[in-house]
């Protein structure tokens, strides 16, 4: 393209390079020539300037793929976290004839666990909203990798070392749940992040279902349930590095284009969250999820295998943790895929499609869960099935809850959200529910009578797992609840992510829209 103009002009925003008789104008976008020609009058040659383009389209690229990559690291590490968590599931009943206790000891191996790691996210959700969150990660799973490890090594006469060692484990855990999600939240907006969360979540069944059947199977090898524990800590130290080299952190808020905000005090995070409807209703609902996986992951294999000898046809507990391994990897996969697809697809239909996908749930599972009780003591194949549809229908809600929490919630409270969600979900849920079944078992046992024969173990637990199906149909009112306010907590998040609340009173628009 060429022209004429006149001796002088002036661009804004460009920058000119005089060099004898050539003048170069250059902006982000064109390079403008100027050159004298043979009759002294400016012909202009304008060619297209790509250069910054093609750079900021390069750096954009790398982020993106280091965005990418980031997730999978979450999703090893929350993998392995799980893994963990369920393996001595799986080697249970050599758990207890090695340390030579009952079931409630049993159960409370779980529950301390669970304690600490409660009890401990609320701190590091603290942390997580202000402070480095690959710092707090890489610490938190280099102490759950050393702790893991030591455990294998306590032996059969100080089960309360072992006991604390486990409890313990649950810290490193706390400093890793509450912050990835958050994380990935800031990485991504709107249906990529829906789709990312769903990656992440898929770890959690997977890795359950793995912690089964590694475990079991590993120790089933080398004859020594201590092995099975013995696995995932060079994992976890790996993860570490990869942490600490690779993972991008994102600045708080950067993919909501929020980084006006900045933190509040913790008291100040608190009410606010606690004036939240649907927070509070998705954490209650939540806490039904918790409390009946946490049941099932815990005492599942052992009730399957009473059941089976009750049956006639006794299996080991490496078959026995495989089977259940298998159906939780494939049930939780199903769930999360389709629960994360219908929440896309609901998304366009109504506001309110999330807390209802939970509700669902929760509601449909109970006839399953029911019916798998039911029918245990007669045939194992269609206990199975049931489980299996059971657990799917659970499994609904996995990343579906923590998308709602992300986006009813501003950025620099979402670690805090996450922490206080964990804490009350695992006091109300699975700190307490493989205790209170082997409590209430055991006590079912008592009245029956001859404790150790295969009838009173199946009845024991089949009574005492009845509990689960009325907390799930519990849940599922919850998440009804939160349809009612999810629509106006999402807008108000939004207002004050975008600094557009003219309503705001003079603290709020301090702590929420203060800027930068």
Same mark, same amino acid.
């Given at each position: 393209?060429?022209?004429?103009?006149?001796?002088?002009?002036?661009?804004?925003?460009?920058? #000119?390079?005089?060099?004898?008789?050539?003048?170069?104008?250059?902006?982000?976008?064109?390079?403008?020539?100027?050159?004298? /020609?043979?009759?002294?009058?400016?012909?202009?040659?304008?060619?297209?300037?790509?250069?910054?383009?093609?750079?900021?389209?390069?750096?954009?690229? /790398?982020?993106?793929?280091?965005?990418?990559?980031?997730?999978?690291?979450?999703?090893?590490?929350?993998?392995?976290?799980?893994?963990?968590?369920?393996?001595?599931?799986?080697?249970?009943?050599?758990?207890?004839?090695?340390?030579?206790?009952?079931?409630?000891?049993?159960?409370?191996?779980?529950?301390?666990?669970?304690?600490?790691?409660?009890?401990?996210?609320?701190?590091?959700?603290?942390?997580?909203?202000?402070?480095?969150?690959?710092?707090?990660?890489?610490?938190?799973?280099?102490?759950?990798?050393?702790?893991?490890?030591?455990?294998?090594?306590?032996?059969?006469?100080?089960?309360?070392?072992?006991?604390?060692?486990?409890?313990?484990?649950?810290?490193?855990?706390?400093?890793?749940?509450?912050?990835?999600?958050?994380?990935?939240?800031?990485?991504?907006?709107?249906?990529?992040?829906?789709?990312?969360?769903?990656?992440?979540?898929?770890?959690?069944?997977?890795?359950?279902?793995?912690?089964?059947?590694?475990?079991?199977?590993?120790?089933?090898?080398?004859?020594?349930?201590?092995?099975?524990?013995?696995?995932?800590?060079?994992?976890?130290?790996?993860?570490?590095?990869?942490?600490?080299?690779?993972?991008?952190?994102?600045?708080?808020?950067?993919?909501?284009?929020?980084?006006?905000?900045?933190?509040?005090?913790?008291?100040?995070?608190?009410?606010?969250?606690?004036?939240?409807?649907?927070?509070?209703?998705?954490?209650?609902?939540?806490?039904?999820?918790?409390?009946?996986?946490?049941?099932?992951?815990?005492?599942?294999?052992?009730?399957?295998?009473?059941?089976?000898?009750?049956?006639?046809?006794?299996?080991?507990?490496?078959?026995?943790?495989?089977?259940?391994?298998?159906?939780?990897?494939?049930?939780?996969?199903?769930?999360?895929?389709?629960?994360?697809?219908?929440?896309?697809?609901?998304?366009?239909?109504?506001?309110?499609?999330?807390?209802?996908?939970?509700?669902?749930?929760?509601?449909?599972?109970?006839?399953?869960?029911?019916?798998?009780?039911?029918?245990?003591?007669?045939?194992?194949?269609?206990?199975?099935?049931?489980?299996?549809?059971?657990?799917?229908?659970?499994?609904?809600?996995?990343? #579906?809850?923590?998308?709602?929490?992300?986006?009813? #919630?501003?950025?620099?409270?979402?670690?805090?959200?996450?922490?206080?969600?964990?804490?009350?979900?695992?006091?109300?849920?699975?700190?307490?529910?493989?205790?209170?079944?082997?409590?209430?078992?055991?006590?079912?046992?008592?009245?029956?009578?001859?404790?150790?024969?295969?009838?009173?173990?199946?009845?024991?637990?089949?009574?005492?797992?009845?509990?689960?199906?009325?907390?799930?149909?519990?849940?599922?009112?919850?998440?009804?609840?939160?349809?009612?306010?999810?629509?106006?907590?999402?807008?108000?998040?939004?207002?004050?992510?975008?600094?557009?609340?003219?309503?705001?009173?003079?603290?709020?628009?301090?702590?929420?829209?203060?800027?930068?």
């Amino acid at each position: 393209m060429s022209g004429s103009l006149p001796n002088y002009f002036i661009l804004d925003d460009m920058s #000119v390079e005089v060099v004898g008789q050539c003048s170069t104008i250059e902006s982000d976008k064109t390079k403008i020539l100027e050159v004298g /020609n043979n009759e002294g009058e400016s012909e202009i040659s304008v060619s297209s300037n790509t250069t910054s383009q093609k750079a900021a389209q390069a750096k954009s690229n /790398n982020k993106l793929r280091r965005s990418y990559v980031t997730v999978g690291i979450l999703f090893l590490v929350n993998l392995l976290n799980y893994m963990d968590r369920f393996t001595i599931a799986g080697v249970l009943d050599q758990v207890k004839d090695y340390y030579h206790i009952n079931n409630a000891q049993g159960g409370a191996l779980q529950t301390a666990f669970i304690v600490t790691y409660m009890i401990f996210a609320p701190i590091f959700g603290y942390l997580g909203d202000r402070y480095s969150r690959k710092a707090i990660m890489a610490v938190g799973i280099f102490l759950w990798s050393i702790m893991t490890l030591a455990g294998s090594f306590v032996p059969r006469e100080n089960f309360y070392a072992f006991l604390a060692l486990r409890a313990l484990v649950g810290i490193g855990e706390a400093s890793y749940s509450t912050i990835a999600p958050t994380i990935i939240a800031d990485l991504f907006t709107k249906e990529k992040r829906s789709q990312m969360l769903m990656v992440f979540y898929f770890a959690i069944p997977v890795g359950s279902g793995l912690g089964y059947i590694v475990g079991s199977n590993v120790a089933a090898a080398l004859h020594e349930w201590q092995w099975a524990l013995r696995v995932t800590p060079g994992l976890g130290i790996l993860c570490v590095v990869l942490i600490a080299l690779v993972l991008r952190e994102p600045p708080r808020g950067e993919a909501d284009g929020a980084h006006h905000l900045r933190n509040t005090s913790w008291l100040a995070d608190i009410k606010h969250l606690s004036k939240n409807k649907s927070f509070l209703m998705t954490t209650f609902g939540f806490t039904a999820v918790a409390f009946v996986a946490g049941a099932l992951a815990w005492w599942a294999p052992s009730f399957m295998s009473a059941a089976l000898q009750f049956e006639g046809n006794p299996k080991t507990d490496a078959k026995i943790s495989f089977i259940f391994g298998i159906i939780t990897c494939m049930a939780g996969i199903a769930g999360v895929a389709i629960g994360g697809e219908v929440s896309q697809r609901l998304k366009s239909v109504t506001s309110q499609g999330d807390p209802l996908i939970c509700a669902f749930g929760l509601l449909a599972c109970c006839p399953f869960l029911f019916g798998a009780l039911v029918v245990s003591r007669h045939n194992s194949a269609v206990t199975w099935i049931l489980i299996f549809f059971g657990e799917t229908l659970l499994c609904l809600n996995w990343s #579906v809850q923590a998308d709602i929490m992300m986006y009813i #919630v501003v950025p620099t409270r979402r670690s805090t959200a996450a922490a206080i969600q964990i804490l009350i979900s695992h006091l109300l849920g699975d700190a307490g529910s493989p205790y209170l079944i082997g409590v209430v078992s055991m006590s079912v046992a008592e009245s029956i009578g001859n404790e150790e024969s295969a009838y009173t173990r199946f009845y024991s637990l089949q009574y005492a797992m009845y509990m689960t199906t009325f907390v799930a149909a519990l849940g599922g009112g919850f998440f009804l609840a939160c349809a009612l306010f999810v629509t106006q907590d999402r807008a108000r998040a939004d207002k004050a992510i975008k600094a557009l609340d003219s309503d705001s009173t003079s603290e709020n628009q301090a702590s929420l829209a203060a800027s930068a």
